[in-house]
């Protein structure tokens, strides 16, 4: 699985950004799809997952009820949209793919090691 992350930039506090991540070499319709960031000088963290059927998701404390996952999986793709942006959330965003065995439709997935596959990251700058 090749994941392709993109839409990051520069945008002022308060503002929106969308990140896109476009998987190839395979379906990931199957697959629980994760997202991570990491800041400068700070371990990788879990911001958001969702399963395969779009219908369950899980989010980090810190950006719950500021963005929203998805995924289309017509497009092998799954996003994140977020709004009312921080300078607290600036990082490079790294989207995930797992593909291990088992699943559990009850699982958020929120560690790095649940996943297998991972983009190159873009990266995200909140001014205040």
């Known amino acids: 699985v090749q994941l392709q992350a993109s839409g990051g930039g520069l945008v002022q506090a308060g503002g929106s950004l969308k990140l896109s991540c476009v998987a190839s070499g395979t379906s990931i319709l199957t697959n629980v799809m994760g997202w991570f960031r990491q800041a400068p000088g700070k371990e990788r963290e879990f911001v958001a997952s969702?399963?395969?059927?779009?219908?369950?998701?899980w989010y980090a404390g810190s950006v719950k009820g500021r963005f929203t996952i998805s995924r289309d999986n017509d497009k092998n793709a799954v996003y994140l949209q977020m709004n009312g942006l921080k300078p607290e959330d600036t990082a490079v965003y790294f989207c995930?793919?797992?593909?291990?065995?088992?699943?559990?439709?009850?699982?958020?997935?929120?560690?790095?090691?649940?996943?297998?596959?991972w983009g190159q990251g873009t990266k995200v700058t909140v001014s205040s």
């Open positions: 995930a793919c797992r593909t291990q065995q088992p699943y559990s439709s009850t699982a958020s997935y929120r560690r790095a090691s649940d996943y297998d596959y």
């Open positions: 969702i399963n395969w059927t779009g219908y369950s998701t």
